[in-house]
Every structure is written in C-alpha cells, then in structure tokens.
C-alpha cells in the first residue's frame, strides 16, 4: 500500500478483513479498488487482478515514475486507441497507465 501513497498521494480507505480487497478514494470524487475478486488472496502479481488510470501526461508521469525506483514491465507501447505503459507495485501487481490518442 505505501507504493500507492508513496507515488500516486493515495491512502487507502477501505482494507477488508481478509486483504483481498483494497480501495483508495481519489481526490477528485470516486475511487478505484485493488482486488482478486478471492476472499482470502490478497492482490499480487500471480492473484489475477490488475487495474487501470487514465493519464494526460504519460511521457512526464513515466519520467517522474523512473525517477522514483518504479519497475516498469512494459515501456510505452502504443494501439490504435492510446499509447500504455504497465508498471509493477510494490506487491507484485500489474497496472496500465493510459493516454488517449487525440
């Protein structure tokens, strides 16, 4: 979890008992969740769950994120949608950050 408040200023607001799902409000309204949709597997990079963020800045935002140590197991790479990179957590999961093509 300090990987999320560490490099994303998050903090979790919900843990469950069990740790299989974690969730963050995010400044602006809403939130997101980490889970392994398992009771009693907590989210790891072999756990089957993973998430995503919209970004408007992906080159600046991967830039700070190699600063900061982040692992990255995809450098951007790009579809026919968006341009993507995935990097790892400090536990093991995998997450996209995304910018929409203009």
Known sequence: ????????????????????????????????????????????????????FEVEDLDSLTQQLKKNGVTFKLDIFSSPVCRMAIIIDSEGNAIMLHELNQ
């Open 1 to 52: 979890m300090d990987f999320y408040k560490k490099n994303l200023g998050l903090t979790p607001s919900t843990v469950s008992a069990n740790g299989h799902w974690i969730e963050y409000d995010l400044p602006q309204g809403g939130c997101f969740a980490i889970t392994t949709l398992a009771e009693g597997v907590k989210p790891s990079a072999v756990s089957g769950g993973s998430i995503a």
